[in-house]
């Protein structure tokens, strides 16, 4: 018997502690694990004690038959929506998520989310399990302050606040219990104070001996647990110094006594002002002590009648009617009989109480992992202070998952898939956390951004033996932000680019227009016969100025093309040395007093296959530079050759030359570089050069010394198939 009954109490007790453990670690989730009736009223069958910091309803009170319905708390505006929602879910068998209002027992609303899923029975959702959240405070802002106030108003016991350091001990505050208790309001009690029957003359004094560091009889008698006094008040140090006082009040004697329990503790000490010799009369004396002892009879008193009442209202929860039995049987049965049944049933109590407290384990396990393996985008995690993950579920971190089963004292120092940087990170946070704090950071696994709360839980005696960390995956936020940021760049960009454009614009339209408008003037001027000839040169200044406007209009033309794309090579086969010689012709119309262009090949024809109209642009674009950046009386080259199956071009000057500094930037578009800001151009034609090479699969290099000229080298493939 005894090993049976050892065995069961075992069980019992490993049940309570796994129950123990589940519950504290719903309790601690920061909102409302539930389980629900798919009726109507969403009937509550269990509800976790969150719900009476959102409600104002505890658990009982949910869950009771005749009590307060889920339904009647939400929201009449949401409750169409909530059931529309959840049974559409529960029909294609999926999770629901839902924001929906609910009032509180005060009347107060609160916004809630609400995570959950059906559990099915033959076919058809009986239960409905999840999680639910007070978003409140993210949605209005919410105020705490009106959580702590409520909880302390629910406190059962009355609780008195008096300001101590003001005199006599002024009431500040009573909460509802008190005024239930006593019958008085606060508005009765506050302000009022117990010592206004003392005569002022003793309250004085007294508050001068409390003020002091002198021990008066009062706090010997707390510290030796014995009597203390004096026969004549005014020989006692602390008091010595309030004769006056004291021979106005006509007391003359002092006797302190503790009140002591029945452990021994001091529970207060009675003092006793006399006006005559008090200590030289043994009958008040045992007056005092009976008075002591009746104290202390009371407080042992309330003590036993509060430990007995505790004790009957848990038999009566568990068993209504035991005290009939028990009266009944007592009739018939000796003393013993009736110790041995009170013993079995108490322990068919225990066995009761163990078998459901298992089920509630089992349910509340269940529902809790429901809950993490349907965490979305998220996952829970567990850690011990041996850094070993206990417990890992939700709808990310599969590979981390996996491998925990595998090793079921994983620390965080073997965990794959995170840097040495995320690991260290994390083993600082969670020595925090064990310590107390609640922290928020973000973390990288397997190219993935994650923010991560974490909350200590306090499982044995207040002490953290858990750090619950809570993972949310934010990369497509984070995606999402680049984004942003890559748009605002752009739109930056395309801010100084257009402020660019306007400047140039500006100054390279400028002067060709003022030489148009003064030669044009002159030419009026000019009416005689033999004026002829400075009109022809007038004319031909405004001819050059209007092909100089034609050009910065075709650049700006061609660079608007090749943002939007409208700019596709077109290759055809055509002679490249035939068509170097005519256009070489058509530049050395612009060239300075002396400078000549040469062409030189080693062929004399050279077929290739590239787009005419975009060589055209290349080659006049670089050889009009050249001229335009070279002194007079300097040779140009245009050099072509045919070999390896490559096609090379290269143009040479002797001219100005391109700054070091500068020649990282020269393909960008409205770049000039410094030694070239005197000399009209747009800063566009090397960008469009570049571009119109890379669409044939071309390529561009240069090399260039400031004040010795410059080479611009072309390649491409001899033969290429656009696309």
Known sequence: MDQQNSKKEKGASLLFERDRKLRTLVENLPGIVFRRKNDSDWTMQYISDGCRWITGYWPEKLCRSGGITWASLIHPMDREDVWNTVQTAVSKKEKFQLKYRITDKDGNVHWISETGISVDKKGSAVYLEGYMQDITVQIMGGNINVIKERALEEVGNGIVISNAQLKQFPIIYVNKAFEKNTGYTSEEVIKRVSGSKIHPAI?????????????????????????????????????????????????????????????????????????????????????????????????????????????????????????????????????????????????????????????????????????????????????????????????????????????????????????TKSKSLLLTCIKQTLKGKHLSFEIEYQKKNYIVNTTPLFIENGRTSLALLVLFNISERKRNEGRMLQNLVKERELSELKTQFIGTASHEFRAPLSVI??????????????????????????????????????????????????????????????????????????????????????????????????MHLVLSNLLNNAIKYSNEDQPIILKIEDKDHRLHLWVTDRGIGIPEDDQKHLFQRFFRAKNSVNIAGTGLGLHIVKTYVELMDGKIDFESKENHGSTFKLEFPKKTLYK
């Not at 026969?231 to 006509?250: C, F, Q, R, T, Y």
């Not at 000490?269 to 008090?278: A, R």
């Not at 943002?563 to 070489?584: C, M, Q, W």
Request: charged content about 30%.
């Open 517 to 614: 408008l003064s030669s044009a003037s002159l030419i009026e001027k000019l009416n005689a016969p033999d004026k002829g000839e400075k009109r022809l040169a007038h004319l031909e200044k405004i001819k050059s100025n209007v092909r100089h406007l034609v050009n910065i209009l075709n650049d700006f033309l061609s660079v608007t093309k090749l943002d939007e794309g409208e700019t596709k090579a077109s290759p055809e086969y055509f002679d490249l040395l035939h068509f170097s010689s005519s256009l070489i012709e058509k530049v050395k119309m612009g060239k300075k007093k002396g400078q000549s262009i040469i062409l030189e090949c080693e062929k004399a024809e050279l077929e290739t296959f590239l787009d005419p109209k975009l």
């Open 203 to 419: 309250a004085k004094a007294m508050d001068q001996v409390l003020e002091t560091s002198d021990p008066c009889p009062c706090t010997r008698a707390m510290q030796t647990k014995k009597k203390e006094g004096a026969a004549n008040i005014l020989d006692d140090p602390s008091w010595s110094k309030h004769g006056v006082p004291m021979i106005e009040a006509g007391i003359k004697s002092i006797r302190s006594t503790p009140v002591m329990d029945a452990d021994d503790n001091v529970q207060g000490v009675l003092s006793i002002f006399c006006p005559d010799g008090f200590l030289h009369s043994p009958q008040k004396e045992d007056i005092v002590d009976e008075m002591v002892g009746l104290v202390g009879l009371a407080i042992e008193q309330d003590k036993i009648r509060k430990r007995l009442q505790m004790n009957q209202e848990r038999l009566e929860a568990r068993s209504k009617g035991l005290e009939e039995e028990v009266e009944q049987r007592n009739k018939d049965l000796q003393q013993i009989l009736k110790e041995l049944r009170l013993a079995n049933f108490e322990l068919n109590v225990q066995i009761t109480d163990a078998q459901n407290a298992r089920k509630r384990a089992e349910i509340q396990e269940a529902m809790l992992l429901a809950i993490a393996q349907k965490f979305p985008k998220g996952a829970i995690i567990l850690v011990n202070e041996q850094m070993q993950i206990n417990f890992v579920e939700g709808a990310e971190l599969k590979f981390l998952q996996h491998q925990i089963r595998s090793n079921q004292e994983l620390s965080i120092n073997n965990l794959d898939g995170f840097s």
